[in-house]
């Protein structure tokens, strides 16, 4: 299995401050036919479903605020939010799709300092 | 816009089997796509449990495989899981989730089911 892990487990930012968050995996997730990243990211609020935000490490989901990015490689990928808002208070998971069985991250939880 | 449901079958006894049912609104089952159970236990991660094509074609986690299976009714655009001898490790959130083609990652998902295995 393809292990993902994440840093912070949480954070505290302070509103209109920037916040990180390192996704890495154990193994290269580039896929081979198309050189693209197999790495998604998902924000959960309390109660709700998981939101996917980015695909293919970067490309980011139609709706998500262009607050957020995703970027990164082989296997170190990063979710910034440039200027948190209230409304980012979750928590976040990187997801590998390179190889089955699908994993994802622990999560890190984003809260306002 | 494809929307996923879930049933609620809520209490399921240890040793017993849960068996929960995704509905497919706003799309067809026979898309093409990759339909996926995920589940996430009280105030944890998520994990994968399994997937299936319409084709019938399923992938699954190989901690839960020898437990598992996913099967779909493309008249009642629907798709099922069976979770065999549950404990109380099974006790989660669970999540119908939708694969869309060409992004691959979980683009839709259901607002979740919870199952919590218990006497």
């Known amino acids: 299995d393809i292990v993902m892990t994440q840093s912070p487990d949480s954070m505290a930012v302070s509103l209109g401050e920037r916040a990180t968050i390192h996704c890495k995996s154990n193994?290269?997730?580039?896929?081979?036919?198309?050189?693209?990243?197999?790495l998604a990211w998902y924000q959960q609020k309390p109660g709700q479903p998981p939101k996917l935000l980015f695909y293919?490490?970067?490309i980011r989901e139609s709706g998500v605020p262009d607050r957020f990015s995703g970027s990164g490689s082989g296997t170190d990928f990063t979710l910034t939010i440039t200027s948190l808002q209230a409304e980012d208070v979750a928590v976040y998971y990187c997801?590998?799709?390179?190889?089955?069985?699908?994993?994802f991250g622990q999560g890190t939880k984003v809260e306002i300092k | 816009q494809v929307q996923l449901q879930e049933s609620r079958p809520g209490l399921v006894k240890p040793s017993g089997t849960l068996s929960l049912t995704c509905a497919v609104s706003?799309?067809?089952?026979?898309?093409?796509?990759?339909w996926s159970w995920v589940r996430q236990p009280p105030g944890k991660g998520l994990e994968w449990i399994g997937e299936?094509?319409?084709?019938?074609?399923?992938n699954y986690n190989p901690s839960l495989e020898s437990r598992v299976t996913i099967s779909v009714d493309k008249s009642k655009n629907q798709f099922s899981l069976r979770l065999t001898s549950v404990t109380a490790a099974d006790t989660a959130v669970y999540y119908c989730?939708?694969?869309?083609?060409?992004?691959?990652?979980?683009?839709?998902w259901g607002q979740g089911t919870m199952v919590t295995v218990s006497s």
């Open positions: 989730a939708k694969t869309d083609y060409g992004v691959n990652a979980f683009a839709i």
């Open positions: 706003g799309g067809s089952i026979s898309s093409s796509n990759w």
């Open positions: 299936i094509y319409h084709s019938g074609s399923t």
């Open positions: 193994q290269s997730v580039v896929y081979n036919s198309n050189n693209k990243n197999c």
């Open positions: 293919w490490a970067s």
């Open positions: 997801h590998q799709y390179y190889s089955t069985p699908w994993t």
